[in-house]
């Protein structure tokens, strides 16, 4: 876990957000899990924090929100590091946000 998602895991347990780190996803239908950054199991999403591992790999990114969406009914909210680099809290507060109207 970096040190970036180590800080936004940190803010939304502040927050009183539920959530598991470093989660393997699977479904029947898959060869392969697939790793969610965080995964908040009672609003069935996925936060992936994505970083400089995923310049020039954002179709792979897509395709798997895809499969997520579509096969396990779990969306998918990307944040950038920079974006939670600037402020944890704020960060965590917007994506409680986004959980509750999405």
């Known amino acids: 876990m970096t040190r970036t998602h180590k800080n936004l895991s940190e803010a939304l347990r502040r927050q009183g957000i539920q959530h598991r780190n470093e989660v393997r996803l699977r479904a029947a239908n898959w060869d392969y899990a697939c790793v969610a950054d965080i995964y908040i ?13 995923h310049i020039g790999r954002e179709w792979r990114d897509r395709i ?6 579509g096969d396990l009914g779990i969306r998918t909210i990307r944040i950038k590091n920079s974006e939670i680099d600037d402020s944890e809290d704020r960060v965590a507060r917007k994506l409680e946000h986004l959980l509750r109207y999405r």
């Open 41 to 53: 199991r009672e609003r069935q999403a996925v936060v992936e924090i994505d970083g400089p591992s």
């Open 64 to 69: 798997r929100d895809a499969k997520f969406r």
